[in-house]
């Protein structure tokens, strides 16, 4: 499952490695995320986000209307 985290980062231009190392988490970790196999919290969805220029509902759609802190 492709989610919209990595469709974004793929738009963006930015690697997996260096997107985790600017948000302070393992590449294996933002993997995770990007197959949808781990929840990201409130506070890591918007580090994401404002790393990549985007808003947080355009980069993670899926927790629209929803605060998951997994």
């Given at each position: 499952m492709v989610?919209?985290?990595?469709?974004q980062r793929?738009?963006?231009?930015i690697?997996?490695?260096?997107?985790?190392?600017?948000?302070?988490?393992?590449?294996?970790?933002?993997?995770?995320?990007?197959?949808?196999?781990?929840?990201?919290d409130?506070?890591?969805?918007h580090?994401?986000?404002?790393?990549?220029?985007?808003?947080?509902?355009?980069?993670?759609?899926?927790?629209e209307?929803?605060?998951?802190?997994?």
């Open positions: 989610t919209e985290l990595r469709i793929e738009r963006v231009g690697r997996a490695w260096r997107l985790a190392n600017l948000c302070g988490i393992s590449a294996s970790l933002l993997s995770l995320y990007e197959t949808g196999r781990k929840r990201v409130a506070e890591m969805r580090k994401i986000a404002a790393q990549l220029g985007k808003p947080v509902q355009e980069v993670f759609p899926e927790y209307g929803k605060e998951v802190n997994q």
